[in-house]
DNA sequence: TGCAATTATGAAATAAAATTTCATTTTTCC
DNA sequence: GGAAAAATGAAATTTTATTTCATAATTGCA
């Protein structure tokens, strides 16, 4: 685990002593990798000992062991940041920046997700005698995506991307139904309105969306997807790999759900393709 | 830097016994950081102000600040890797793992693009008179997305994951058309007989896919993303979103290319979207 | 090739840093 | 309020790293 979390994590614990070195550090990790035992202790007012002391509560061998822990923390923190694209970038910058940006958010994407609701959702889908996939724009694509995987598990499953079929859909659906509402912002209207109606009509409405949000509080499942700030270029971008992210979830938990057997059908599936393609000389 | 990296670019530059140093730690430098430069010299044969050199050399202050880069360097080794599902995988386990393989192979694809050929693209799709992305099966939502994208800039754009209306459209490409192919194995059939038409037509056939493919064979310009290794489950995971990701970065390329005030007209087309929105009260 | 100059190396001395010991202070709990 | 426990730091000790300096190896040049 990180130091740093450990150490904010353990911060109770400590003895207040400990707790002026805990402060130091958390203030300014990098500084303290540079520092000796003695500049640390004098830095935080207590004395050589108690920093030793501080080292071991928090299962290190000792000052020197610690300060590696900490380098290694620093090093591993965030490898990959949301930096945006700028005016004069060059080809190769303005590519690292956005794939960097796109594995920063599916980083914040994962932490933000809740495995006991991911659980709840591959139960329900599991147990599902239709499934109904609604997105618009961008969203759309996921929606798509999803019934592409979902399919293959010979499921009923549908997708669209039309207001109005996506309304006579929800309208049609019953208990026993599940619909799947995929928006980043959560604030469409006509989106608000079909998982509104597919609850009215007893269907189980999951939300792939932003907690808190109007159609949020139509779902009765809101797998929450965080995502950084959308860069400066007004397109959704990480968004919607997150929420591709999180279709393959589903898609595995279901198949892990469903047993063995079923993976062998899987197979078949992929191998009903080989006719299609150029065979492969390896 | 990496330190690894960099004592391995400056072997050549060391003295013989130096050298040595080099060779232990190259050997097994996670077993370095938890030594004294006194087990390090004897682990090495040779004195411990040679040692101390050595780190010198290195541009660190000492044995000390060396194992700090080291453990750095190795903490930042490869921080997400591909892997498995597994049967008994909770939800919370194969969620990280799927999220973390998606990054992995972000990472990949990132290395293996060539940013010159980027560049080309944008040049080719910023004097385009007609851009078509054509996509089966999952790179179809590949396809989807780009439409999505750059329709907004104002360029006849179409997308098609119909076998038929992709060969018709092919026909009828001419020069100064962009036709972008998009799969990941290279091998399907239909599609590289796509590609092979726009060609015979004069259009300039873009393929994101894999170098070396079939499809590979019958694109001015191959963009080629690699991904790791799929999962077992039989279905595209990473390579779609790699995709994606170069999606994203040809429509970043092509806005930067048109300038600033290009991107004010962007805007407007997200701001359009507003009235279909509910309010956010922040 | 021979020999001075340069560079590399390690033994020993020194310095620096970290840890241990132990006495003192502070806190906790009855 | 006071004994027991816990926390703390001064000083001593130990460990670790660095410097100094003498010697050995290598290089460059006549």
């Known amino acids: 685990m990180n130091i740093l979390e450990k150490i904010t994590n353990e911060l109770d614990i400590l003895s207040k002593s400990e707790r002026k070195v805990a402060e130091v550090i958390l203030a300014s990790p990098s500084t303290v990798i540079h520092s000796s035992i ?21 299962d290190t061998k000792g000052y020197p062991d610690f300060k590696l822990h900490l380098a290694q923390s620093l090093a591993n923190g965030t490898p990959y940041v949301n930096r945006h694209v700028d005016e004069n970038d060059t080809a190769e910058e303005y590519t690292s920046k956005i794939f960097e940006s796109t594995m920063a958010s599916l980083e914040l994407a994962r932490k933000s997700l809740d495995p006991s609701l991911i659980n709840r959702s591959v139960d329900v889908l599991t147990q599902a005698n239709k499934i109904s996939f609604f997105g618009l724009g961008a969203s759309a694509i996921v929606a798509h995506d999803a019934q592409n995987k979902f399919f293959r598990f010979n499921v009923p499953v549908v997708y669209f991307d039309d207001i109005l079929m996506q309304r006579m859909s929800a309208i049609n659906s019953r208990q026993g139904d599940v619909v799947i509402v995929i928006s980043h912002t959560g604030r469409t209207k006509s989106l608000v309105e079909v998982a509104s109606l597919a609850k009215e009509n007893d269907a189980t409405v999951i939300g792939i969306t932003t907690n808190g949000t109007p159609l949020a509080k139509e779902c009765s499942i809101v797998l929450s997807v965080e995502v950084a700030e959308d860069t400066d270029l007004y ?3 990480s968004s919607r790999i997150a929420q591709l992210a999180l279709i393959d979830v589903l898609a595995t938990g279901f198949t892990l759900r469903r047993g063995s057997k079923f993976r062998d059908n899987l197979k078949k599936v992929k191998d ?10 390896d």
Request: aromatic content about 6%.
């Open 235 to 237: 397109m959704p971008m």
């Open 272 to 281: 009903s393709l080989r006719s299609s393609r150029f065979e492969r000389k």
């Open 38 to 58: 003695a500049a640390l202790a004098k830095q935080a007012n207590i004395s050589e000992p108690t920093v030793n002391r501080f080292c071991r509560r928090l």
